[in-house]
């Protein structure tokens, strides 16, 4: 499946991941557009789309004379926003345990967000998920994706994988914006049993649409959020 990424996606994920870890910091220089064919072996062409991707999205701007200059890594707001937990604790503190493997079903008759017609006649794709921090679960959480486009999704690998991640590099698929609701709900069985928090304890709910640069798909979570060691937060 690596292999059908486009050419200008792989440049653009070596250089954000770059900006990511710190190679590059804000006010640097990215290699100019002849070294980067160089480098990745592709065509001019190819490396402008992968820069025009990241101009795009506020990483870097362009400044004549001189060549693509970085501005900062993608900003993330944590759990509250349209970045996804990895983000926002940092991959080294966040493991991801599968509860349930992606399986393509039937969308809940009372759903939490309206559906339209091509949604629910093609199904969802269901993923059922706990997230431990140092070890303690903090997040369980429900996700529903549209069954639409997504080739092999049940096939891959999701322990200990960002789904945003994983929506990004193999579909092309950037989360650009969203809805949520918030609310303090008592803990039933499943949470319970899951976040280990006492029967009728009050946990957060988080029910998230995720809109996406693709257009007409967006994807849905619902989150159960064990609050009582870690807060919640979010910069805006």
């Known amino acids: 499946m690596g292999s059908t990424i486009p050419h200008y996606r792989k440049v653009y994920e070596v250089l954000r991941r770059q900006i990511i870890e710190g190679v590059y910091k804000p006010g640097d220089l990215l290699p100019s557009e002849n070294n980067l064919c160089q480098q990745f072996r592709i065509t001019r062409p190819t490396v402008r789309h992968a820069l025009d991707t990241m101009l795009s999205e506020g990483m870097i701007h362009k400044h004549k004379g001189k060549g693509s200059i970085v501005n900062g890594p993608p900003i993330g707001i944590g759990i509250l926003s349209i970045s996804g937990t990895t983000s926002a604790l940092g991959k080294h503190n966040l493991r991801t345990r599968i509860l349930s493997k992606p399986v393509i079903t039937l969308w809940p008759d009372s759903f939490m967000f309206p559906l339209n017609d091509e949604f629910r006649e093609s199904g969802c794709i269901f993923l059922e998920r706990l997230r431990l921090v140092n070890e303690v679960p903090v997040f369980y959480d429900l996700n529903y994706l549209p069954n639409i486009n997504l080739p ?84 805006f």
Not at 178 to 205: C, Y
Not at 211 to 235: K, L, M, Q, V
């Open 152 to 235: 092999r999704f049940c096939n891959r690998k999701f322990e200990d994988h960002s789904l945003f991640d994983i929506l990004r590099k193999v579909f092309q698929i950037e989360v650009k914006s969203g809805e949520q609701r918030i609310r303090a709900i008592p803990a039933d069985e499943r949470i319970h049993e899951f976040l280990g928090v006492p029967l009728g304890h009050p946990v957060l709910n988080l029910q998230r649409k995720l809109i996406t640069n693709r257009p007409g798909f967006y994807f849905f979570s619902s989150i159960y959020c064990n609050t009582e060691e870690h807060a919640i937060y979010g910069t």
